[in-house]
């Protein structure tokens, strides 16, 4: 299967649940060192077909073609530029998670399995204009440091080494912020892992191999 057909896969499931919504949202695959597709501009991620995306030299941000790419592929290039290892981008608005984007509750990594791999490194910045260049600017910056950015009130961009590891990413910090409103809402006591069990669980990879990011320290 192409990445084109992964990504239109993946569309068509984000869409089918629940992950994305209408228009909003954008979805990429680095095609090589320097060349990635990108959905183009207004294309409804239920209904992606092949010919939705634009193919973008990834130093230059040269356009093939004469579709119109999303106005958020500033914001991809600036994550490819900065992590070789991105294989893949999703950036949507998931209730949930955008929710949290919206307010001051901590997304906790310490509950189970997924969220202590898939959340260990989540980074966050302010609100900046769709498609504007201090929002690109802003998301290149913390690249080095997370796989998961959420940007406030607004939503979340994930990216990993393939498409699927991406979107387990974003299953899981969706199911996580649900987990937790939930919990307040009924009342639940939520116990955490603790930080010992944590830090022996991702050094000695029980689950996968931990990402390698810039700031992350030995343990």
Not at 36 to 42: E, L
Not at 87 to 100: C, D, E, G, V
């Amino acid at each position: 299967m192409s990445e084109k057909q992964k990504l239109i896969h993946t569309g068509h499931y984000l869409m089918a649940n629940q992950l994305a919504w209408g228009t909003s949202g954008n979805i990429s695959a680095r095609l090589d060192a320097n060349q990635m597709i990108i959905t183009a501009s207004g294309t409804h991620m239920a209904s992606l077909k092949y010919d939705d995306f634009v193919e973008c030299q990834i130093d230059t941000g040269t356009i093939q073609g004469t579709k119109k790419a999303s106005k958020e592929m500033p914001m991809h290039l600036g994550i490819y530029r900065q992590r070789e290892d991105a294989k893949a981008i999703l950036h949507s608005s998931p209730f949930y998670t955008t929710l949290f984007a919206c307010g001051d509750e901590p997304i906790l990594s310490e509950l189970f399995v997924e969220s202590m791999y898939y959340l260990e490194d989540i980074a966050y910045i302010d609100y900046y204009h769709p498609g504007s260049q201090e929002l690109a600017d802003a998301v290149t910056e913390q690249a080095p440091h997370a796989n998961i950015i959420i940007m406030r009130n607004h939503g979340v961009v994930v990216f990993d080494d393939s498409i699927s590891e991406a979107q387990m990413r974003l299953e899981t910090l969706e199911m996580t912020c649900r987990m937790i409103l939930k919990a307040k809402e009924t009342g639940v006591q939520l116990k955490l892992i603790p930080e010992k069990t944590v830090k022996s669980f991702l050094k000695d990879s029980f689950y996968k191999p931990r990402k390698k990011l810039s700031n992350k320290s030995l343990i």
